[in-house]
């Protein structure tokens, strides 16, 4: 490793190592595309501080040759060039993180590709970055692609940006072509609020600048790259703002102890310190800070630590345990940006998770206000948000979530959205504030309640929710099973599709983003006839499970009842009684579900029902009746307790 | 205190996932090599949840071929720090004596270790596996994840892992799939070696020099740990002062010729030295994205 004191490492490891272990670390971001270098600059940077081995440069110098662009010299990009299927593709296409050292710092590479639509990489490499290293070719000066990185970077909140112009060797080490990007670059980032920009002629091929002044440059008095990157302080206001610490797990190795672990995101703490337990809002003093290596004086942002508090208060995780004087906002709606990073659009209304901190809640985001064309930074009206599109949008929480603004600080506003049933991490978000409504619409307390309205009917309310393709047979099915209760003198009601559309629904399509608000008001239609004390039976092709899933969580499960009408397709297309199939067939309907829109059947319904034509329809609905009959939907409804004396 | 260094840093990182990983899954499991990554892995999560013991156990997969002192250092730690350790030998192994000598040494690894880790898994229902795999190691290693989904079958799909932001880890999974986290993954081998000496850790004595009987081949010194070793005629085994720099199957892992036998000192020569970690493990000289291939197919 040079930076080091070579002679030092020798003669006087002690030394040496004392020196080391004291060292600070930087996180940064390189951003560029293919072309301007940075693979290369990368490779440079871990080739100069002696961090490849003789092993890998063997490696280095025989893929040079098999795979290298620089005509049989080192070609540094094949160092940081990691799966297979990039090399061969010769672009990375997803985040590597590198490592190489100084004498003053460690440092930790995000390094994100620059192409086009890896926009999410990118995201995901700034969101623990201090900083980004933001490449431009000097032959090709500021491009639409540097002013896309600078808005990331300025949106994810790192504060300090180095402008590495690259390949300067290739324009002759010219000073004008240098301090024309450096002027146009300024002048831009301005605009977008990123205050903190040096800007440093190098050639990453040729080593100009990286760790020495290059003689190529005498024009140039600023830093070398290294230079600058071990020297920059950063800001580390984190440690000064009122204490933040997710809980992310309670210690309970015996009855006497009882601590609460987690990493501080924000400000100090001490034994002393006045808390305050956020949502609950209860209050104590912090007795302890509790580490395998004694107990701490005093703790900051940054450090992993269990606290314990002078009361017995309850604190799970999801909590955030803040200073009593300045705790953070509790709320349950917001306005955020929202980065998409899935292959599937995002649906306004579908319920997804939201992990905050150490908090999962459920979540559904609105109609987008707008989305952010990263080029030109213009706002464009749209109705969804497709991979790698970022959009400014309402987001609902099922419940309160304790945060700060994203600005102030990224662990307790940056959240992701997390797919129900994929579980894959489809979204990221900046949290910006708390939408007022919520705060002005209060629930209204009613004293007559669903029992009560149970009771009067002799029933208890149920949902039984038919899906299935069209054409299945579920409004024949669901209209005999309504009739023979109604015999029995239930009160129901039926919810059908159609019928819906003609009312309530007449605004919707039939796009993806439709059918999701289509059962969403459904479900609270159905929610509001079971609060009514009826039985009501909903017929719906229902084509997504998220949806469904969303319908049974507020109905709430034992009073939910999802039905399958299952056929094949083939036997519903040949049924065909509304012609529907054969219009979809000639492309005159589109999303229609099964020819163009899926259908996602459901993995455990309480009932399955065999629709392909050898179950008469009556039978399928006794097999209904006799069902709801057995779980007790039928029975009498129970006698309320017996009120407690309040005297 | 105003600021942390770089080990103080990653140390509260490491901590952070391992809280989160115990927090979000139902059945962990430490895999546990006896290596130096993994001693500093089991000293970071003996931090995590002090005072409570870490709420899972270790898993030794096992090979048999390991060294004597490994074994030796493995039941004494245990012991001292009072963790729970499970040891699985694959048992097909067991039966048709699977060694590095007659199946040869991928045959070997990809049996003992990559299916035996599998059974293991399989044979507890563990949903979550901590692994004490550094991005630094190898190509392949920097864009692993610190959450790595493996499917029912164990197998590691580059286009199936999730983004991860800031220290939001998404742990979620359908049943049958269980998770990979390496909470060392923003570590280096030196930041590593810096850590043992700074918290006095304590590793297996193979790390430090000791006069040793070893045999050359292919320019490689093999150390002869035990009896089972074949020697070929005429091969005499001799005593020479190694140390070695990776742990695994003895007669699979090369020594380097030193007189390091402190710790400073061994972190001294491992910054003179100019050849990487891994390179005295067999597995990887095959071909370049050989580590990519065997983490597709399930090895750690």
Request: hydrophobic share 40%; with cysteine.
């Given at each position: 490793m040079s930076h080091v004191s070579n002679d030092l490492l020798a003669d006087d490891i002690e030394a040496y190592l004392a020196l080391h272990e004291n060292k600070s670390m930087l996180r940064f971001i390189t951003c560029g595309s293919v072309d301007d270098g940075k693979s290369t600059l990368i490779g440079r940077l871990l080739y100069d501080s002696k961090l490849v081995f003789e092993d890998h440069l063997a490696a280095l110098e025989s893929d040079s040759k098999k795979f290298g662009t620089q005509a049989g010299d080192l070609d540094f990009a094949l160092l940081v060039d990691g799966l297979a299927a990039e090399r061969e593709q010769g672009i990375t296409i997803d985040v590597a993180y590198r490592f190489f050292s100084t004498e003053h710092r460690k440092f930790i590479v995000a390094d994100t590709p620059g192409h086009e639509q890896y926009t999410r990489n990118m995201v995901t490499g700034a969101s623990t970055a201090d900083l980004a290293v933001i490449l431009i070719d000097a032959r090709k000066g500021v491009l639409t692609q540097t002013r896309r990185h600078s808005y990331i970077v300025s949106l994810l909140g790192i504060r300090h940006v180095v402008v590495a112009v690259n390949k300067l060797d290739l324009v002759d080490y010219s000073k004008e072509v240098f301090d024309t990007i450096e002027a146009e670059y300024r002048g831009f980032a301005a605009d977008i609020g990123l205050s903190d920009v040096v800007c440093i002629p190098i050639s990453a091929l040729r080593g100009d600048n990286i760790t020495g002044a290059s003689p190529q440059t005498p024009w140039y008095a600023g830093p070398t790259l290294i230079g600058h990157l071990e020297t920059i302080e950063i800001a580390d206001d984190l440690h000064v703002g009122p204490l933040r610490l997710p809980v992310q797990w309670v210690n309970r190795p015996n009855l006497d102890f009882r601590g609460f672990s987690g990493q501080i995101v924000r400000g100090s703490v001490r034994p002393g310190d006045r808390v305050r337990i956020v949502p609950s809002g209860l209050e104590s003093t912090?007795?302890?800070?509790?580490?395998?290596?004694?107990?701490?004086?005093?703790?900051?942002?940054?450090?992993?630590?269990?606290?314990?508090?002078?009361?017995?208060?309850?604190?799970?995780?999801?909590?955030?345990?803040?200073?009593?004087?300045?705790?953070?906002?509790?709320?349950?709606?917001?306005?955020?940006?929202?980065?998409?990073?899935?292959?599937?659009?995002?649906?306004?209304?579908?319920?997804?998770?939201?992990?905050?901190?150490?908090?999962?809640?459920?979540?559904?985001?609105?109609?987008?206000?707008?989305?952010?064309?990263?080029?030109?930074?213009?706002?464009?009206?749209?109705?969804?948000?497709?991979?790698?599109?970022?959009?400014?949008?309402?987001?609902?929480?099922?419940?309160?979530?304790?945060?700060?603004?994203?600005?102030?600080?990224?662990?307790?506003?940056?959240?992701?959205?997390?797919?129900?049933?994929?579980?894959?991490?489809?979204?990221?978000?900046?949290?910006?504030?708390?939408?007022?409504?919520?705060?002005?619409?209060?629930?209204?307390?009613?004293?007559?309640?669903?029992?009560?309205?149970?009771?009067?009917?002799?029933?208890?309310?149920?949902?039984?929710?038919?899906?299935?393709?069209?054409?299945?047979?579920?409004?024949?099915?669901?209209?005999?099973?309504?009739?023979?209760?109604?015999?029995?003198?239930?009160?129901?009601?039926?919810?059908?599709?159609?019928?819906?559309?003609?009312?309530?629904?007449?605004?919707?399509?039939?796009?993806?983003?439709?059918?999701?608000?289509?059962?969403?008001?459904?479900?609270?239609?159905?929610?509001?006839?079971?609060?009514?004390?009826?039985?009501?039976?909903?017929?719906?092709?229902?084509?997504?499970?998220?949806?469904?899933?969303?319908?049974?969580?507020?109905?709430?499960?034992?009073?939910?009842?999802?039905?399958?009408?299952?056929?094949?397709?083939?036997?519903?297309?040949?049924?065909?009684?509304?012609?529907?199939?054969?219009?979809?067939?000639?492309?005159?309907?589109?999303?229609?579900?099964?020819?163009?829109?899926?259908?996602?059947?459901?993995?455990?319904?309480?009932?399955?029902?065999?629709?392909?034509?050898?179950?008469?329809?009556?039978?399928?609905?006794?097999?209904?009746?006799?069902?709801?009959?057995?779980?007790?939907?039928?029975?009498?409804?129970?006698?309320?307790?017996?009120?407690?004396?309040?005297? | 205190m105003t600021r942390l260094t770089h080990l103080q840093r990653l140390e509260a990182e490491s901590i952070q996932i391992l809280r989160e990983a115990v927090a979000e899954s139902e059945r962990p499991v430490m895999l546990y090599s006896v290596g130096k990554d993994s001693s500093v892995m089991l000293h970071v999560a003996m931090k995590a949840f002090y005072p409570s013991k870490p709420p899972f156990p270790l898993l030794h997969v096992d090979t048999t071929w390991k060294f004597r002192a490994m074994y030796e250092f493995r039941d004494k730690l245990v012991e001292e720090l009072g963790v729970e350790l499970l040891v699985h030998q694959n048992p097909d192994c067991v039966e048709r004596g699977i060694n590095p000598f007659d199946h040869g040494s991928a045959t070997h690894t990809d049996l003992w270790k990559t299916e035996g880790l599998k059974q293991a898994l399989n044979l507890h229902a563990f949903d979550l596996a901590f692994g004490g795999a550094r991005r630094d190691e190898e190509k392949s290693r920097a864009k692993e994840r610190v959450f790595s989904i493996r499917t029912a079958q164990h197998r590691w799909d580059p286009k199936q892992q999730r983004p991860e932001l800031w220290r939001l880890y998404n742990a979620r999974k359908h049943p049958g799939e269980s998770v990979r986290v390496f909470p060392l993954s923003n570590w280096t081998e030196l930041d590593v070696w810096q850590y043992i000496n700074l918290e006095k850790i304590p590793i297996v004595p193979l790390y430090y020099a000791a006069p040793r009987p070893v045999v050359e081949r292919d320019g490689t010194l093999i150390m002869v740990d035990d009896d089972r070793m074949r020697l070929d005629p005429g091969e005499e085994p001799k005593i020479r002062s190694v140390r070695f720099r990776t742990l695994g199957c003895y007669p699979l892992t090369g020594a380097v010729e030193s007189t390091a036998t402190t710790l400073t000192a061994i972190i001294q020569e491992m910054l003179l030295t100019t050849t990487s970690e891994r390179q005295g493990r067999v597995i990887d000289h095959d071909s370049s994205g050989s580590m990519e291939k065997k983490k597709q197919e399930g090895y750690f």
């Amino acid at each position: 490793m040079s930076h080091v004191s070579n002679d030092l490492l020798a003669d006087d490891i002690e030394a040496y190592l004392a020196l080391h272990e004291n060292k600070s670390m930087l996180r940064f971001i390189t951003c560029g595309s293919v072309d301007d270098g940075k693979s290369t600059l990368i490779g440079r940077l871990l080739y100069d501080s002696k961090l490849v081995f003789e092993d890998h440069l063997a490696a280095l110098e025989s893929d040079s040759k098999k795979f290298g662009t620089q005509a049989g010299d080192l070609d540094f990009a094949l160092l940081v060039d990691g799966l297979a299927a990039e090399r061969e593709q010769g672009i990375t296409i997803d985040v590597a993180y590198r490592f190489f050292s100084t004498e003053h710092r460690k440092f930790i590479v995000a390094d994100t590709p620059g192409h086009e639509q890896y926009t999410r990489n990118m995201v995901t490499g700034a969101s623990t970055a201090d900083l980004a290293v933001i490449l431009i070719d000097a032959r090709k000066g500021v491009l639409t692609q540097t002013r896309r990185h600078s808005y990331i970077v300025s949106l994810l909140g790192i504060r300090h940006v180095v402008v590495a112009v690259n390949k300067l060797d290739l324009v002759d080490y010219s000073k004008e072509v240098f301090d024309t990007i450096e002027a146009e670059y300024r002048g831009f980032a301005a605009d977008i609020g990123l205050s903190d920009v040096v800007c440093i002629p190098i050639s990453a091929l040729r080593g100009d600048n990286i760790t020495g002044a290059s003689p190529q440059t005498p024009w140039y008095a600023g830093p070398t790259l290294i230079g600058h990157l071990e020297t920059i302080e950063i800001a580390d206001d984190l440690h000064v703002g009122p204490l933040r610490l997710p809980v992310q797990w309670v210690n309970r190795p015996n009855l006497d102890f009882r601590g609460f672990s987690g990493q501080i995101v924000r400000g100090s703490v001490r034994p002393g310190d006045r808390v305050r337990i956020v949502p609950s809002g209860l209050e104590s003093t912090v007795e302890r800070i509790v580490t395998d290596d004694g107990d701490l004086e005093e703790a900051i942002a940054g450090q992993s630590i269990t606290l314990t508090l002078s009361d017995e208060v309850d604190v799970s995780r999801g909590d955030v345990i803040a200073a009593a004087g300045d705790p953070p906002r509790v709320a349950d709606q917001f306005e955020c940006h929202l980065v998409w990073m899935s292959e599937a659009p995002m649906l306004p209304g579908r319920p997804y998770l939201l992990k905050l901190g150490t908090r999962t809640v459920g979540a559904t985001v609105g109609h987008p206000k707008y989305k952010v064309n990263v080029n030109t930074l213009e706002h464009t009206a749209t109705r969804t948000l497709e991979l790698n599109e970022i959009g400014v949008c309402n987001l609902t929480l099922d419940r309160q979530v304790p945060f700060d603004p994203y600005v102030e600080n990224r662990d307790m506003g940056g959240f992701i959205l997390i797919d129900r049933f994929t579980n894959q991490t489809v979204g990221a978000g900046l949290l910006h504030f708390a939408l007022r409504r919520a705060d002005n619409v209060h629930w209204q307390a009613v004293e007559v309640d669903k029992d009560a309205r149970a009771r009067l009917n002799s029933q208890r309310p149920a949902v039984v929710w038919f899906t299935g393709l069209s054409g299945a047979g579920k409004s024949t099915i669901a209209n005999l099973v309504e009739r023979t209760l109604h015999q029995l003198g239930f009160h129901t009601y039926l919810l059908d599709g159609d019928n819906v559309r003609h009312g309530l629904n007449k605004d919707l399509g039939f796009t993806d983003a439709d059918r999701v608000e289509n059962i969403r008001r459904v479900a609270e239609v159905a929610r509001i006839l079971v609060d009514a004390g009826v039985i009501v039976l909903a017929s719906f092709i229902s084509p997504f499970r998220a949806e469904r899933e969303l319908a049974r969580r507020l109905i709430g499960e034992g009073q939910f009842f999802e039905v399958h009408v299952d056929v094949p397709l083939e036997v519903a297309e040949a049924r065909d009684r509304k012609g529907l199939y054969a219009k979809a067939r000639r492309g005159e309907l589109v999303h229609f579900t099964g020819i163009d829109s899926p259908y996602e059947p459901p993995a455990s319904p309480e009932i399955r029902l065999d629709a392909s034509g050898t179950v008469p329809a009556v039978e399928s609905a006794g097999l209904v009746v006799e069902y709801l009959r057995q779980c007790g939907v039928l029975a009498p409804p129970q006698e309320p307790e017996a009120a407690t004396d309040p005297s | 205190m105003t600021r942390l260094t770089h080990l103080q840093r990653l140390e509260a990182e490491s901590i952070q996932i391992l809280r989160e990983a115990v927090a979000e899954s139902e059945r962990p499991v430490m895999l546990y090599s006896v290596g130096k990554d993994s001693s500093v892995m089991l000293h970071v999560a003996m931090k995590a949840f002090y005072p409570s013991k870490p709420p899972f156990p270790l898993l030794h997969v096992d090979t048999t071929w390991k060294f004597r002192a490994m074994y030796e250092f493995r039941d004494k730690l245990v012991e001292e720090l009072g963790v729970e350790l499970l040891v699985h030998q694959n048992p097909d192994c067991v039966e048709r004596g699977i060694n590095p000598f007659d199946h040869g040494s991928a045959t070997h690894t990809d049996l003992w270790k990559t299916e035996g880790l599998k059974q293991a898994l399989n044979l507890h229902a563990f949903d979550l596996a901590f692994g004490g795999a550094r991005r630094d190691e190898e190509k392949s290693r920097a864009k692993e994840r610190v959450f790595s989904i493996r499917t029912a079958q164990h197998r590691w799909d580059p286009k199936q892992q999730r983004p991860e932001l800031w220290r939001l880890y998404n742990a979620r999974k359908h049943p049958g799939e269980s998770v990979r986290v390496f909470p060392l993954s923003n570590w280096t081998e030196l930041d590593v070696w810096q850590y043992i000496n700074l918290e006095k850790i304590p590793i297996v004595p193979l790390y430090y020099a000791a006069p040793r009987p070893v045999v050359e081949r292919d320019g490689t010194l093999i150390m002869v740990d035990d009896d089972r070793m074949r020697l070929d005629p005429g091969e005499e085994p001799k005593i020479r002062s190694v140390r070695f720099r990776t742990l695994g199957c003895y007669p699979l892992t090369g020594a380097v010729e030193s007189t390091a036998t402190t710790l400073t000192a061994i972190i001294q020569e491992m910054l003179l030295t100019t050849t990487s970690e891994r390179q005295g493990r067999v597995i990887d000289h095959d071909s370049s994205g050989s580590m990519e291939k065997k983490k597709q197919e399930g090895y750690f």
